[in-house]
């Protein structure tokens, strides 16, 4: 599956949709979504339908794993570094 111009999520969302993704891909509800957005839920449930149409996957499980396969491949880990948590 070939995603965005870099091969990336970057090259097919808009802003908005990336920082939606991106808290997806952090395991958050739409309701969670929604009120660190200040957006409602069905504006939420668009966009994860979008980013979910446009990248080209079934499920929201499927958008969060491309966005940390991307986030992996553009922001490496240094070698030797421990490997932690992070929160969106």
């Known amino acids: 599956m070939e ?4 091969g990336g999520p970057s090259g097919v969302l808009s802003d908005r949709e990336l920082e939606v993704l ?3 891909a952090a395991d958050k509800t739409d309701r969670e979504i929604a009120s660190k957005l200040a957006i ?3 504006t939420v449930r668009a966009h994860v339908s979008r980013i979910i149409r ?7 499980v499927g958008a969060a794993v491309v966005f940390v396969e991307w986030k992996v491949r ?3 880990v240094p070698a030797g ?8």
């Open 3 to 6: 995603i965005g111009v870099l």
């Open 22 to 24: 991106a808290i997806v």
């Open 74 to 76: 553009v922001e490496p």
């Open 81 to 88: 570094a421990p490997m932690v948590a992070c929160r969106v």
């Open 40 to 42: 409602s839920e069905r």
């Open 54 to 60: 446009k990248l080209g996957v079934a499920s929201r």
